[in-house]
Nanobody, 119 residues
Framework: QVQLVESGGGLVQAGGSLRLSCTAS????????MRWYRQAPGNLRELVAT???????TYADSMKGRFTISRDNAKNTLYLQMSSLKPEDTALYYC?????????????WGQGTQVTVHS
């Protein structure tokens, strides 16, 4: 079984930056697309950014120019560099990946890492 573990969340002042990481662990797997989602209290989970295995990226409109998604395939690690953070970016940030195991593609989620932006 493959697990995703996020890290890097925390408390930051508005205008500041944070870098989130998400590392996959397990055996005999490969990763296709990876994504960051976020969910604020009382809100639906929303897609932040996506990166394919080949490195193509897409972003939600409100994150364009402020967030950068990247990955290190050798380390099975996904990143989200967040800058110019706003209080409305406060949320639980989740990593999601499409993972191949034994010829089966499974959508796998991490447990989330909290980001709190104060003004």
């Amino acid at each position: 079984q493959v697990q995703l573990v996020e890290s890097g969340g925390g408390l930051v002042q508005a205008g500041g930056s944070l870098r989130l990481s998400c590392t996959a662990s397990g055996s005999d797997f490969s990763i296709a697309s990876m994504r960051w989602y976020r969910q604020a209290p009382g809100n639906l989970r929303e897609l932040v950014a996506t990166i394919t295995a080949g490195g193509a990226t897409t972003y939600a409109d409100s994150m364009k120019g402020r967030f950068t998604i990247s990955r290190d395939n050798a380390k099975n690690t996904l990143y989200l560099q967040m800058s110019s953070l706003k209080p409305e970016d406060t949320a639980l940030y989740y990593c999601n990946a499409d993972i191949w195991v034994s010829r089966r593609l499974t959508s796998t989620w991490g447990q989330g890492t909290q980001v709190t932006v104060h003004s």
